[in-house]
């Protein structure tokens, strides 16, 4: 869980992948809630992870869309400002390494003393989000002496000693059924559908596919209903990477199994379906199987 600041406070939201760290923190933001995203992920990224219809966001981009917004600044600063003048709610902003190449550092801090300085007096929170290594130390102490580091059990979190630690606990209490379900849907490569052939009869018809592996594939369900067939298929697209990566590590599971590593197998097994956090769990199956 992310440490949300309280009203009228800025926090610092430090980790080692922007991107894995805004999947948690969608996941913990309640529908209610008041929300401004400002970030570099690209609307397609976005939408794997938050409904976007419930939510007011800005693409730092130079790409022309309706949703983006001129990577400067004053840009930001002013839609800050505009947007905390009333009301209540949460502002997410990452992609601060970005402004900085464009503007220094200088800069940056100037706008996040800036926004702590207008926030202080509205009932809004703003977290920042800076990943690892984009800033160096000295510059990540200015900034959290400016907004304060905010705790959190995602970050440093080691996937295999302490969340495939707590998910073995899980799988092995539902481990007859989850064992059959893996026996019975293996998981397979698909032809890809081309752009020619996709229409929403062949996407629905993927979809339930994908579903009868027990893949979860609940964040392209949305592309039913784009008007736009070619933001449709880019979505797909997108998954279709995603579940082509499931099915590589899906196999070199049965490696890691015949070495002894039943019961992470079928964790890994658990995760690799829901299409979460694939990169890291390629790295560790790659490490157990080098030892």
Do not use: C
């Not at 209540?88 to 900085?100: C, K, Q, R, S, T």
Request: proline residues 2%; hydrophobic residues 40%.
């Amino acid at each position: 869980m992310i440490q949300i600041p309280e009203s009228g406070r800025v926090g610092t939201l430090i980790s080692s992948s922007v991107k894995q760290i805004f999947e948690s923190f969608s996941r913990q933001i309640p529908d209610s809630e008041n929300l401004m995203i400002i970030t570099r992920l690209s609307p397609r990224r976005l939408i794997r992870h938050i409904d976007l219809n419930s939510v007011d966001f800005r693409w730092l981009s130079i790409e022309e869309s309706i949703h983006s917004i001129d990577p400067s600044l004053e840009h930001v600063n002013h839609l800050v400002n505009s947007t905390i003048l009333e009301n209540e709610g949460l502002v997410w902003i990452d992609g601060l390494e970005y402004l900085a190449d464009r503007q220094g550092f200088d800069a940056v801090h100037s706008f996040v003393r800036n926004i702590v300085d207008s926030v202080g007096n509205t009932k809004w929170k703003i977290i920042i989000a800076i990943e690892i290594g984009t800033f160096n130390e000295i510059e990540i102490a200015q900034i959290i002496r400016e907004a304060s580091e905010i705790e959190t059990k995602i970050e440093n979190i080691d996937l295999e000693e302490n969340i495939i630690e707590s998910e073995i606990v899980q799988t092995k209490k539902n481990q007859d059924i989850e064992v059959k379900k893996i026996k019975v849907t293996g998981l397979k490569l698909l032809t890809k559908i081309s752009k020619e052939g996709f229409t929403q009869k062949t996407l629905r018809e993927r979809i339930m596919q994908w579903r009868s592996m027990n893949l979860d594939v609940s964040i392209l369900e949305p592309a039913l209903n784009f008007q736009n067939p070619d933001d449709a298929y880019h979505l797909y697209s997108d998954v279709e990477e995603l579940v082509r990566t499931a099915v590589e590590l899906d196999s070199r599971l049965d490696i890691l199994k015949e070495k002894g590593e039943t019961a992470k197998a079928y964790a890994y097994r658990y995760r690799i379906r829901q299409l979460t956090g694939l990169d890291e769990i390629s790295r560790i199956v790659d490490a157990l199987l080098s030892e």
